[in-house]
């Protein structure tokens, strides 16, 4: 978008010129976070402090037929109970919330839901759907794609490849639990809730409650974890402050606890596939036909976006036919879980690939090279550049072999991997303020959800007025302050990045017209560089920022805003799309079916990239989280009870250090990426995990194993034959 004559330079100063962007400070709240002085919502404890706990349905479909509270209003230190699903409400999955406590004490709480008698009707559940064929009417048609002649395709094809597949249900795991610490008095409400969404809370909240938002503050200052499960205020939120109410305005704590949490508190949906490619001899795709099914609860799952990344609107794979089906299960509903439906699709598509190139007797590593012919345009040369880097940085050459030829009983085996992203900043506000003794604040209604916000925040204002990073006071996470966006789709970054560049530039203009004078220059001649305004040019004309500073109007300060809108962004400063391709190199013994990871190798892109520290963190994150949902994470549910099993952090097994590897990271900084702006990294490196390991074990062994995770049991199952 080009500049209006009167419109300021928002953009970013060149690569060669950057003084604090680029460079990799470390988190400006790493000391505080180590150390275990910050304060996380649960861990808020205002004056006469309530606990809520919750009492939840044993049944995973059932009818609630009566519920007796009376008991429990009548035991001590009880101060409110709340029903929250009353006689006739039909329960679609385990762990639906049925009635809160209020009391004193957590254990009296407790003791209260304890007391509370509920009559059930059971009725009958579904809760497995990794066999479409037993789903019976739960199952519901959920899309067709037919283009072009798959079946003359096929039947013309010199390699075809068929394969089913399969990703479970896995659980976000937040280690600090959903919930919050509400206190409703009068008309106001005060929340300190574990959110990924602190401007958008107190307007849902509102709603529920029947309370304009302006009456409901809202302050977080730190989350444990949210990945995409904590934008809604959720029923947990109104109940917590209907106890609050009905205990006379006092303060209520409600945390879900660990089994509630895993049951109900959201999921990454499951998918299945059937899926067969055709091709020529050198490796090229000519049809493609998919038969997926997944589900996420009780609404069914939605279609993973298959071929992944290889279907260009304007030249996708010529013949294909893909069909869809949702099934109805009664179990917790999914929630967004980083990078939602990407990494189903990544690992439906990468396997399938994986297979016909092994198929062909083809080097897996060319033919998704040769097929990024089917990828957007924009992207083809990207990944072909970051498929080299990749297998550069893997020793691809030298360790990637023939599917099987591994000798010995431990194997080891290469897999690739690749993503696609958006990651466009969303709507954004930021007020920068100067004061005339030289202080500078930034005032931005945003979120730090542990991916170095705050820090990136504070080196765009420092960029931007020439001044170091301790100089800038930062105020986020209350609703009082100029409201930025939730923090999802990986937008935050490219939000607040645009919205505080553009309010520091306008505080600078301003500064400069109150300096000007003083200088002998006009605005347009000064800099801020190195903690002074200067005259471009004759850096001996100068006064230091303090001094600058004290020229201030009467008011004594400057305060300007900045801002980021979503629908008309701050092209200049920020864009979308991104790309990544990774590697995983495994061993696996083939007498235990125990998967190890060697290295493993992720080239991303993301822009510009503000703090190589901050953005390689993410990646490492994003592995880590990876491996452990393609080693070990599956919701167990049983058919017969309908109960999830391995509802706690005992059975619910996440991967541990030992698990993990070596991992290597090349941050994809080249001046072309760089001009694109910035561009959100949450998600991107988190999808192409499952996908680059299971393609490793399938490379390793000489069979595929069809179902993430690649646990002894579905190892030694593929080796053996078995259907797991």
């Not at 896995?170 to 809730?193: K, M, N, R």
């Not at 998918?271 to 067969?276: H, P, R, S, V």
């Not at 006009?522 to 001094?547: C, H, M, Y």
């Not at 167990?636 to 698990?659: H, P, S, V």
């Amino acid at each position: 978008m080009a500049d209006t004559p009167n419109t300021p330079d928002y953009s970013w100063p060149p690569m060669e010129a950057r003084k604090v962007i680029g460079q990799s400070p470390k988190r400006l709240d790493g000391p505080v976070k180590a150390s275990g002085r910050a304060r996380y919502s649960s861990d808020m404890n205002p004056k006469d402090l309530l606990f809520g706990v919750y009492l939840t349905c044993p049944y995973a479909h059932a009818r609630v037929t009566s519920v007796d509270t009376s008991a429990a209003e009548k035991i001590e230190g009880v101060t409110a109970v709340h029903v929250v699903s009353p006689a006739g409400t039909e329960i679609q999955w385990q762990g639906t919330e049925v009635a809160a406590v209020a009391a004193v004490t957590e254990e009296i709480a407790r003791d209260g839901v304890g007391a509370i008698r509920v009559v059930y009707e059971v009725l009958p559940h579904l809760v497995k759907e990794e066999d479409v064929a037993q789903a019976g009417t739960r199952a519901k048609a959920a899309g067709e794609v037919l283009k072009g002649d798959p079946a003359a395709a096929f039947q013309q094809a010199a390699v075809v490849s068929e394969g089913h597949y399969g990703i479970p249900v896995a659980t976000h795991c937040c280690l600090e639990s959903h919930g919050q610490t509400i206190q409703w008095q009068g008309d106001s409400v005060w929340a300190w809730p574990s959110t990924q969404n602190v401007p958008g809370y107190a307007g849902q909240l509102g709603q529920n409650l029947k309370v304009p938002a302006t009456n409901i503050k809202v302050r977080m200052d730190y989350i444990g974890g949210g990945f995409g499960s904590k934008f809604s205020p959720d029923s947990w939120g109104e109940v917590c402050a209907r106890l609050s109410q009905k205990s006379g305005g006092r303060p209520v704590k409600l945390f879900l606890d660990r089994a509630t949490e895993q049951r109900i508190a959201g999921n990454r949906p499951s998918a299945f596939a059937d899926i067969k490619i055709g091709g020529d001899k050198d490796g090229t795709i000519t049809a493609w036909e998919s038969k997926s099914w997944a589900t996420g609860g009780f609404t069914g799952g939605g279609s993973p976006p298959l071929p992944y990344i290889l279907d260009d609107s304007n030249h996708p794979i010529p013949n294909k036919r893909l069909v869809h089906t949702a099934i109805s299960t009664n179990a917790g509903p999914f929630r967004a879980w980083r990078a939602p439906n990407n990494q189903q699709a990544a690992y439906l598509t990468c396997s399938a690939i994986e297979d016909f190139a092994a198929k062909a007797g083809l080097d897996p590593l060319e033919v998704f090279k040769l097929n990024l012919q089917y990828a957007p345009k924009v992207r083809q040369d990207l990944y072909s550049y970051q498929f080299d880097k990749a297998a550069e940085m893997a020793e691809w050459k030298k360790l990637w072999k023939p599917r099987g030829q591994s000798a010995g009983p431990v194997k080891r085996g290469l897999g690739l991997g690749f993503s696609a992203w958006g990651g466009g900043g969303h709507a954004s506000q930021c007020n920068v303020t100067l004061h005339a003794d030289g202080s500078v604040q930034v005032d931005i209604d945003t979120q730090d959800l542990g991916t170095g916000t705050r820090t990136i925040i504070t080196q765009v204002a420092a960029e931007t007025l020439g001044l170091p990073m301790a100089a800038i006071k930062l105020n986020i996470g209350s609703n009082d302050l100029p409201p930025d966006g939730g923090s999802g789709g990986s937008t935050t970054v490219g939000g607040v990045s645009a919205s505080t560049r553009k309010a520091a530039v306008n505080a600078l203009a301003k500064l400069f017209d109150a300096a000007a004078p003083a200088l002998g220059a006009t605005a347009d001649q000064l800099e801020a560089v190195d903690g002074q305004i200067r005259v471009k040019g004759s850096p001996s004309k100068s006064l230091t920022w303090t001094a600058a500073c004290k020229k201030i109007g009467p008011a004594g300060v400057i305060t300007e805003t900045g801002a980021n809108d979503q629908r008309n962004p701050s092209r200049e400063l920020i864009s979308s799309g991104t790309g990544g391709v990774q590697v995983a190199d495994v061993s696996v013994d083939t007498e235990t079916g125990i998967v190890k990871i060697n290295r493993y190798v992720a080239v991303q892109d993301c822009g510009l990239v503000i703090n190589p520290r901050l953005a390689e963190s993410q990646v490492y994150g994003a592995i880590i989280m990876g491996i452990s949902t393609a080693l070990y994470e599956r919701r167990f549910m049983d058919a017969q009870t309908g109960a999830m099993l391995n509802a706690d952090m005992e059975f619910y097994k996440l991967a541990g250090i030992g698990d993990i590897g070596e991992i290597v990271v090349h941050m994809d900084i080249r001046p072309e990426n760089d001009k694109r702006g910035v561009i959100g990294l949450g998600e991107p490196p988190a999808i192409a995990i499952c996908a680059a390991v299971g393609n490793a074990v399938a490379n390793a062994i000489g069979m595929r194993v069809p179902h993430i995770p690649m646990t002894p049991d579905h190892v030694l199952d593929a080796l053996e034959g078995r259907n797991a």
